[in-house]
């Protein structure tokens, strides 16, 4: 056989091979559409099952909330001022409850400044409370809030407040670190000589005042910590001395005025005037 006779009868039994495969039936689209239609109905009776059967098992009564652990600080609470306050809002059992309106509900209680909440298998819930700490009354003297150590203002019964000397402090809201700040500062200083800061007052406008606790009021006029520093730096370096002077204590000292480029105005008590203060 040569090579084209070779090649021929290759094609022919090629071709009688390809004659051999039966024809696969093609099935009709209407059965096509009714079996696709079969296997989604099964798939969705199945999902319904598991999911109402999940859902039977999250609902068990196993699952409801009933210990909520409370750590950290609990000075100004307990567990049933926190279990009326709180109880009430949370909503679900250990796997539907929203920890982040937990949260929510634990810092709406008074004095609570932050809660950090975690569930523990299979009905528990772990609350770790911060509280916060008092140092400062905010606003005039009928205003019931008060400033944490971080400068917050929050409202709470001023009642509660275990320290009774605690100073008050004035300005806008948004300013009550900047207070803060300035009453730390400034505290340190007065206590050279004896004295405590009773209050500190930001004006709108941005004009610093301090009442000691003698009753004396000091005006410092506009400026950041570290300006207005400087010049009660210079107040009570020199203040003793023109004090000496006069034969008087600290403790005559009525008011002050720092506002003055070059020096300061002072009001004893027992002198009528006092026209012109000390200059450097």
Known sequence: MNA??????????????????????????????????????LLGCVALLGAAGLWALIRNPVFALTDISVSGDVQHNNAVTLSANVTPKLMGNFFTLDLLKARRAFESVPWVRRAVIERKFPNQLLVQLEEHRAVAYWGGGADSRLVNSAGEVFTANTEEVDNDVLPRLEGPDSESPLVLEMYKALSQQFELINLNIRGVELSGRGSWRLTLDTGSEIELGRGNVEEIGLKVKRFIETLTHVLNKLDKRVASLESADLRHENGYAIRLHGLKTMESGTRK
């Open 4 to 41: 084209q006779s070779y090649v021929y009868s290759r094609r022919n039994h090629q071709r009688l091979n390809y004659a051999q495969v039966p024809e696969v039936p093609v099935e009709p689209l209407d059965v096509k559409l009714m079996n696709m239609a079969s296997s989604v109905l």
